[in-house]
């Protein structure tokens, strides 16, 4: 069913329609130097912007920071007389951060600005009411915001409301490109060694050629995809892809998308940072032990390339 209430036009607004001299006199805090804080950091400061980053003293941000140039303050310090304050801390921590730090430190009339709208669309965040309230959402990572900033050009800015960006944005996560698609390649990984082929093999198969049919699709769309693999792998495509995604997989779709939208997903992540992140750590630990990582660590460094140019560099960013 159509969801009410949700735009169905796009208004899209491009660089001739922004004018960087209405910030050019204000001062910006960017709170977080994780993926999303290191870029808007460093792109609001190479187009000349007065940015400080807010961050906890001497820990590992702030040096990361300021060994990258960037002025950087206690995070309740960074708050005080800002005119537009960016929270750009991990989800689940920022409700408390606004009501521990920010909710006494932002000046009258300042701006509050997220990545995503997933505090203020849950009401995790209620901003007093003399606080501006914006979003700039990336449709990336944070590394991807800065390596397009720094090599690439300005593609549009869609207008959008909290309620579209976080549903959407969640739902996207975790049903296609983050939950879906690293399922997927798991399940096809084990499923080709298991059947004894080489896990070296299996890896080139399953995660490595991913990103060249990902840049195909990004670049012309899956009819372009198609065009330029070959028949065998276009018939395979439509004749084996519906039984791995079928009426089934499309049913669960639509219920983890209501569990979004009624709040419940919201509930679980929040109960999830108060339990100090529990599952993600538990998560993150049996990754790392599985063939899949180990052989394509192993792989990615006999690959030079890769290397030269990485988005992720856990030492800076």
Not at 156 to 173: N, S
Not at 207 to 214: A, S, Y
Request: aromatic share 8%.
């Amino acid at each position: 069913m159509p969801c009410p209430n949700l735009k169905v036009t796009m208004k899209i607004y491009y660089d001739k329609d922004a004018n960087l001299k209405l910030l050019k006199k204000r001062k910006i805090t960017v709170i977080g130097y994780g993926s999303q804080g290191h870029a808007h950091a460093h792109n609001l400061h190479d187009s000349g912007m007065d940015v400080t980053v807010g961050v906890n003293k001497n820990g590992a941000s702030w040096k990361k920071a300021k060994k990258a140039g960037l002025k950087v303050a206690d995070i309740a310090a960074a708050a005080q007389g800002a005119d537009l304050v960016m929270v750009l801390i991990p989800d689940e921590h920022q409700g408390d951060l606004y009501r521990d730090v920010l909710a006494a430190n932002l000046k009258k009339g300042a701006t509050l600005a997220f990545a995503h709208g997933f505090n203020i669309h849950f009401h995790q965040i209620e901003p007093r009411a003399d606080i501006d309230v914006v979003m700039i959402a990336p449709k990336g990572p944070g590394h991807l915001v800065r390596s397009t900033y720094v090599g690439g050009g300005r593609a549009g800015v869609i207008a959008t409301t909290f309620r579209e960006e976080t549903e959407t944005d969640l739902f996207g996560e975790q049903v296609v490109l983050c939950g879906g698609l690293v399922e997927l390649v798991q399940a096809g990984f084990e499923t080709l060694t298991e059947a004894g082929y080489a896990p070296e093999m299996a890896y080139f198969e399953c995660l490595h050629e991913l990103k060249l049919i990902v840049d195909l699709m990004y670049e012309g769309g899956i009819a372009d995809m198609y065009y330029s693999i070959s028949n065998t792998a276009e018939y395979g495509a439509i004749a084996r892809g519906p039984q791995i995604i079928d009426a089934k997989t499309r049913q669960r779709m639509r219920v983890i998308l209501e569990k979004i939208r009624n709040g419940e997903f919201a509930k679980e992540f929040v109960f999830e940072g108060k339990c100090n992140g529990a599952m993600l750590k538990r998560s993150r630990s049996r990754l790392r032990d599985t063939e899949l990582e180990k052989v394509g660590g192993k792989l990615r460094s006999m690959m030079p390339w890769i290397a030269k140019q990485k988005l992720v560099d856990r030492g800076k960013n």
